[in-house]
């Protein structure tokens, strides 16, 4: 029997890149997995049918996040497919606009924060009638809270600073149910939203170089992580932090 059978798991933004690692991890350990996904039905159809071709499965479900109702319009696509959920991954985000502060707008701050912040706080509050006793909560943030600053990600940064917090109250709160709630860091990870910027060889190199281990994390390198805090070996951490840069913070 694998790690996660019986097990339903949610995990939002996995059409691609770092949700879809996790997406197809989860199912490979047994659980039925929702892949969210905002517009991109092709690459959710994709994501769906390599987990069940590795023997798992999953269903597709479409809620563009950071409109009004967004939360309540991806629970209802939830039901129609499933009764409770024992797996939730907050991983849905948008890096937004790359200025500082002097060239970020209110425009571009409001819509970071909405998909980043405010549909994550607002999924939860919705999953959590969902979420069975002992279940998971996992959201995805970043190594630039702690120490990878770049000022041109300012309100970037912002959603996920808020995203620990959250991580770390919620854990309180919910921990009588035996639910644990924690956040994994990714630093730079190769994923399609990067590789405008990543993919050369220039890049890519100094990009290595922050990391003791010399090179650039893949998406399952984060999935992994978050398979871990998924399953029943995670029990005794919730409110954590955990560093995925692969030392970068060093």
Known sequence: MSALTGKTALVTGSGRGIGRAIAERLGRDGARVGVHYNGNTAAAAETVAAIEAAGGQAFAIQAPLGAAGDAEALWAA????????????????????????????????????????????????????RLRDNGRVVNVSTGLTQGLRMPELIAYTMTKGAIDSFTSILAKEVGARGI???????????????????????????????????????????????????????????????????????
Not at 83 to 104: K, Y
Request: glycine letters at 10%.
């Open 78 to 129: 939830f039901d129609a497919h499933a009764d409770g959920l024992d797996i939730l991954v907050n991983n849905a985000g948008i890096d937004g606009i790359r200025e500082p502060i002097g060239g970020t707008d209110e425009e571009s701050f409001d819509r970071v924060f909405a998909v980043n912040t405010k549909a994550p706080f607002f999924v939860t509050k919705l999953g959590l009638e």
């Open 180 to 250: 644990t709630v924690n956040a994994v860091a990714p630093g730079v990870v190769d994923t399609d939203m990067n590789a405008g910027w990543l993919r050369n060889d220039e890049t890519m190199a100094s990009v290595a170089t922050m990391s003791p281990l010399r090179r650039v994390a893949g998406p399952t390198e984060i999935a992994d992580i978050v398979a871990f805090l998924a399953s029943e070996d995670s029990r005794w951490v919730t409110g954590q932090w955990i560093d995925a840069t692969g030392g970068a913070l060093l």
